[in-house]
């Protein structure tokens, strides 16, 4: 079957001559349709470069991506909302953008951010928002897209532990609602094995695939379950011994 | 996208019975008239103390007065001239032009410098050439003006127009060049296209910038305005250019600084108006 | 001369006439304000007036053809012609003559107490400026175009040249009217030379009614009626003074919404006067002073005036005719 | 604070080999002369397209050549006035007032476009007046500056710098306005002092507005030398403005617009000028 | 003994007349000197807001704030680094604001930067920064104003495990030798547990403290180590209790 997205001999580069900074290294990778990928790695790994070359955002310096004409949602690493835009109005745009039927794209604004937890602040203003709720708009904004491929970048980072398990479920469920093909980056080994099908392990500097861990749990998975926490420990031990044996 | 809402904890907006607590403490919602005080009081006393310092200067005898007259008989003579129906057709006359020249500057400055800020190329070739117009003195399009419109308001509109366009093109395009970067990522990844990336994210993200060009481009229409109206003269409505070149032309001080009232009071009714938009503008997205 | 082609009596033309707001174009001023124009014109000629408020536009509006003809003074009328290598414009009539004189502080009463003074004229190389420089020069004073020589000459603005006057910044001024006469009555200037006494029968052009070469051509008959119109305004202006300064003076004030001070008004008129005759020998004397104190290449002003039209209106009326 | 470095992986800036390798794909590091030729060729197309369509409009024989003369014969008289050593004096006289000007509009428009930015009452009281005065035209001052400077250079620059130093304040004002008040909160948790927090938050915060608003000030102080340098005419030096004053009261279409391609070129100089800064600080800090 | 930081019955509404939103209620707390409290609550529940006003950002609305003459450095939730300024200029910049030697400053710059990871980044922009390293450069800029008092807002929010592992033991450290009064907001109980003296639960909208869990496992304190599971787990559910039941 046709993966959902293809990354070929990715590298990246920053910057011109010396000052050139390679981020990513020929990195290959597949995704299959309907696929939920986890992304661990270093801060600074080149995660969030990878994703921003997924989402057509830059043009890669050597390889190349297919998404095979599905489009991809990206839900930066800050929530890069709207300030102009109330909440709402911010979740409303895309649907704005794909020309949904006003009376339509009210009605989902309202469910989406209901169901991230904002149903009270369909009014406010990105400014007069909490770090976590500007971050739980941005998800809703990113779900809002109905894209085939979601790109995430640590998008419960700043989420207190109990509404991160709620939208895991609730990630969880659109996923597989939608058929939505998932890449999804994380800073917790935990919570990559709670959602993941694979955690993929980052190397750093530059970025480059690891190792990958299948993740054969059944769903629905519990955060605090002993099997997630033992693959998590697995996870976090081979990320470790990555960035450690990796710096000088 | 049948997303049924999740049982979920809806944070409310707050315990209401707390808040009527609080609003007990010191801090009483202003009322209207207050807060038009709040505003008006430091223009107040702003000009009160422009004209103390003024009549000050003219009773220190520093120049006589028929050179430097003093704010009493200005402000007289400013009287006598509102109450003179031709005053008021002279304002109207000027006024509606530039209301006409300023609205089709923004029109052509702001479709100049969208597409010439978003354009590499456009943007190397004509960029720096707007800057250039902007600084071409207004009497230097005169013959040009009557070249294309022969001696009809369409001169003045003319030459109105390329003192504004200029700067509210140059003002849209910096106000492009300050949205920060990640804004218009986060538009290029919803899938916008060009159009919509420009009417959704970069106009309104650089609107306080465009305000701002659109006040500096208001000074150019006016200022443009005010030497453009010396190409037609209307019999019985001189307008306010007139009015100012006439006075200087005669020597006549005290009529000079009256128009010179009239176009400072113009001039800040604008500028009242503006930075209302603005901050309004402003205070909805965190910024004041 | 040009020939004086007739447009059919039934075919409604436009005139578009040029003037300005001020005194040196009272002719204008009464045949507006008193209809004569219009009268002469005629029903199937639209009278269409442009005020301007300086020489250059007129000249750019009469080149580019946005009018057909105005009252300009000599110089633009020059440049025009100039300009267009000879071929837009003719100037068919004269308006106004006199109205300048060198006015100066009180203390000075003769050219040699002019020596290291500061005087003033209204424009680098204009006709006043070219007066005064030649004037200077006849009397044995040195000037030059920088500014420099027995006498410095500071060529401003004439509103400019009042402020500056009055605070006592310049010692004089060779100036136009009204500007002369406001000096003398609001920086208590004296007169110490009438432009008039240095030109033969005290002539020398200041106003002047140009036409579009085109418009000539094409409505002749419109021009010679339009001239009509300027002969009965000038016997107007000349035969009834107090009636013309009331009218002039309205005129003003319809156009600028203020009126001149009467005072100024009769004052400026005993200086000034009004004739049919563009005195085109004082324009070409005056180019050729510009060229002796260089300020003005040569210039040919052969063919700048054509008064057929005009000497057939005035044998009309059974007045004399004049030479340019 | 001796804090000791602590054991940790130290990120190196990536392999040089794999840098090296990349080197070769084809992305080749460009050499100077064609980065120039990049800057340059949109620029010499859209002159030379404007010369190509003026031509055209001249040889449709749309308005007789005295009125509207074409670029070669206006190109010659301008190469015959390059030839003239007293074009350079007056260019020189000019440019020497520019500079002056604008140089005194920038201390005036920056101390007080700081000092009414963050005062709100001040603000208040005369924010307004700033753009009043902005909208007033230059010859309105003529009075005034001939009063305070006689006929001197003083009232030159003084026309000049009351034209320019209201945008200028205006461009500081407004880019203040535009600070995202998270780097305001930042200095001030420093505990930077109201000076510190001028000098190393809000001044560098607000340059690329700054450099915005110099522009639009640089216009204003043209447009306005253009007219104050009718003031005081040197005749032996007849400056730019005069320059072009004297090809319109004679009438002459080639000098109007030989002086026109000089402001036009000055103009489009000053603009690749701050365009330059500009790109620096906007590349600085990531906007471009 | 004087407390280091005393909040007395402090209320906090943002917004005017019926928009008006109660984000803190009667907040009362004392934090003893030299000592790591931690504050864990709901996302938008006024932890931030807390920090705010502490660090007198803002005026509270009612009630009291002292420092006592400390002076207080505050680590915002969002990186709020400068961006005309190299990594190394911003750590710089409060030294300059003390009048700090240039020598010692370029000094201190380096050793904070290369403590939090950075070394080879000092002449990088924030823009050319990931997310988790803009965070350290925040939190070394921090540490550069010898401030009392560290106010710290979710400072490790973005940055993978191993690198947070790192930089607990070293905040420990320069806690310790520094005396500091520490007030930290996570969203990690473990965390929470692992650094604190103190950890404070906070309720939601308006924001309180609802309970606190004093914390004596002696030092050093391992992350994964049974203890910190352990308490973790209580401050967690008392969490969960707090934000479920106050919910609706
Ligand atoms: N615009 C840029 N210019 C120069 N270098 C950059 C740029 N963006 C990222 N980098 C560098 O690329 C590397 C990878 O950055 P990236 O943002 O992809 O890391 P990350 O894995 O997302 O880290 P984190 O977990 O901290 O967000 C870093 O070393 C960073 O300094
Ligand atoms: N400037 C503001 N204007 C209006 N409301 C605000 C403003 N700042 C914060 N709020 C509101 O105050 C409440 C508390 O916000 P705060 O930022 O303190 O939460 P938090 O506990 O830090 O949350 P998080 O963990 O998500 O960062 C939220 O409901 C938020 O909407
Ligand atoms: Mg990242
Ligand atoms: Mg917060």
Redesign the interface.
């Known amino acids: 079957m046709r993966p959902a997205v293809r990354i070929d001999g990715v590298s990246h580069a920053f910057g011109q001559g010396g000052e050139r900074l390679l981020a990513l290294h020929d990195v290959s990778l597949e995704l299959r349709k309907a696929e939920f990928a986890c992304l661990v790695g270093a801060s600074g790994s080149g995660k969030s470069t990878l994703l921003n070359l997924v989402a057509r955002l830059d043009p890669p310096t050597t390889g190349e991506i297919e998404t095979f004409g599905s489009r991809t949602a990206l839900l930066f690493q800050e929530a890069a909302l709207f300030p102009w835009l109330t909440a709402a109005d911010n979740v409303e745009l895309p649907m704005r953008m794909r020309h949904v039927a006003a009376d339509k794209r009210r009605e989902e604004a309202r469910q989406l951010l209901s169901a991230v937890g904002l149903a009270d602040f369909e009014a406010s203003r990105p400014h007069e928002l909490s770090g976590g709720m500007k971050q739980r708009v941005a998800l809703a904004r990113a779900l809002a897209q109905d894209a085939a491929i979601l790109l995430m970048d640590e998008p419960f980072g700043a989420l207190d532990a109990i509404t991160r398990d709620l939208l895991h479920d609730e990630l969880e469920r659109i996923w597989l609602e939608r058929n939505l093909t998932i890449l999804f980056v994380t800073h917790n080994a935990r919570e990559a094995v709670r959602l993941g099908d694979r955690v993929l392990v980052f190397s750093s500097r530059p970025g480059r695939v690891a190792d990958e861990f299948r993740i054969d749990l059944p769903r629905p998975r519990r955060l605090e379950s002993p099997e997630v926490a033992r693959l998590a420990g697995l996870v976090g031990d081979r990320l470790r011994e990555e960035v450690l044996t990796r710096g000088h | 996208?049948a997303?049924?809402?999740?049982r979920?904890?809806?944070?409310?907006?707050?315990?209401l019975s707390?808040?009527d607590k609080?609003?007990t403490?010191p801090?009483p919602?202003r009322r209207f008239p207050l807060q038009v005080w709040r505003?008006a009081w430091?223009?107040l006393?702003?000009v009160a103390i422009a004209l103390a310092v003024w009549q000050a200067v003219v009773l220190s005898g520093w120049?006589?007065d028929?050179?430097?007259p003093g704010p009493v008989p200005v402000l007289r003579r400013l009287a006598a001239d509102l109450t003179?129906p031709?005053?008021y057709g002279?304002m109207a006359i000027t006024l509606e032009r530039a209301l006409w020249g300023f609205g089709l500057a923004i029109a052509l400055g702001s479709v100049v410098g969208a597409v010439v800020a978003r354009n590499r190329?456009?943007?190397?070739?004509?960029?720096?050439?707007?800057?250039?117009?902007?600084?071409?003195?207004?009497?230097?399009w005169?013959?040009l003006a009557?070249?294309l419109f022969?001696?009809t308001e369409g001169a003045i509109g003319f030459v109105v127009l390329l003192g504004a366009a200029?700067?509210i093109a140059?003002?849209l395009i910096?106000g492009f060049?300050?949205i920060?970067?990640?804004?218009i990522?986060?538009g290029?990844?919803?899938?916008?296209?060009r159009f919509?990336l420009f009417r959704?994210?970069l106009l309104?993200?650089s609107?306080?910038?465009f305000?701002?060009g659109l006040?500096?481009g208001?000074?150019?229409a006016?200022?443009s305005l005010?030497?453009g109206e010396?190409?037609?003269?209307i019999?019985?409505?001189?307008s306010l250019?007139?009015?100012?070149?006439?006075a200087?032309?005669?020597?006549d001080?005290e009529?000079?600084l009256a128009?010179?009232v009239v176009?400072?009071?113009?001039?800040?009714a604008?500028?009242?108006l503006?930075?209302s938009v603005?901050g309004t503008?402003?205070r909805?997205?965190?910024?004041? | 001369g040009g020939a004086a082609s007739q447009s059919p009596a039934s075919q409604q033309v436009t005139l578009r006439l040029g003037h300005f707001a001020n005194l040196t174009h009272a002719t204008a001023l009464v045949g507006i304000e008193q209809g004569l124009f219009a009268q002469s014109l005629g029903s199937n000629v639209t009278l269409k007036t442009s005020v301007f408020n300086a020489g250059p536009e007129a000249v750019t509006a009469l080149l580019s053809g946005s009018i057909d003809a105005s009252y300009l003074g000599p110089n633009p009328a020059v440049n025009a012609y100039v300009q267009s290598h000879g071929q837009a414009v003719r100037v068919i009539s004269g308006a106004t003559s006199g109205g300048a004189s060198l006015v100066v502080k009180p203390s000075i009463t003769t050219s040699e107490d002019l020596r290291g003074k500061k005087l003033s004229t209204p424009q680098l190389g204009n006709t006043q400026d070219v007066a005064l420089r030649w004037w200077l020069g006849q009397k044995g004073l040195k000037t030059n175009v920088q500014g420099g020589g027995d006498v410095s000459i500071i060529p401003q603005d004439n509103a400019q040249t009042l402020q500056s006057f009055r605070s006592g910044q310049i010692d004089g001024a060779w100036l136009p009217e009204p500007w002369a006469t406001r000096l003398i009555v609001e920086g208590g200037a004296r007169q110490l030379v009438d432009e008039r006494d240095l030109w033969p029968g005290g002539l020398f052009a200041t106003t002047v009614l140009a036409v579009r070469t085109d418009f000539l051509r094409a409505h002749g008959d419109v021009v010679k009626r339009l001239l009509q119109g300027q002969v009965k305004a000038d016997l107007a202006v000349n035969r009834q003074p107090t009636e013309s300064q009331r009218a002039a003076n309205d005129e003003i004030g319809n156009i600028t919404g203020k009126k001149l001070p009467e005072a100024e008004v009769s004052e400026a008129w005993s200086h000034m006067r009004f004739t049919n005759d563009p005195i085109a020998a004082s324009v070409r004397t005056s180019a050729d002073h510009a060229q002796k104190v260089g300020l003005l290449s040569k210039v040919d002003l052969k063919g700048i005036t054509d008064l057929t039209l005009l000497n057939q209106v005035l044998a009309d009326q059974g007045l004399p005719r004049v030479s340019g």
């Open positions: 996208m997303t049924e809402p999740l979920m904890p809806a944070y409310g907006a707050g315990e707390v808040l609080l609003e403490t801090r919602a505003g430091p223009r006393a702003a120049r006589p028929y050179l430097l003179q031709v005053f002279a190329v456009l943007r190397a070739a004509v960029g720096s050439l707007i800057t250039g117009l902007q600084s071409m003195p207004s009497i230097a005169f013959p009557i070249l022969g001696l200029p700067a140059n003002g910096s060049d300050q920060p970067p990640l804004l990522r986060s290029r990844a919803m899938g916008a296209s919509q959704h994210v309104p993200a609107l306080p910038a305000i701002g006040k500096q208001w000074a150019f006016w200022r005010m030497a010396l190409l037609v003269i019999s019985n409505h001189p250019g007139v009015r100012l070149q006439l200087r032309e005669t020597a001080a009529g000079l128009a010179m176009v400072l009071a113009i001039g800040m604008v500028e009242i503006f930075s603005d503008v402003r909805r997205r965190g910024l004041a």
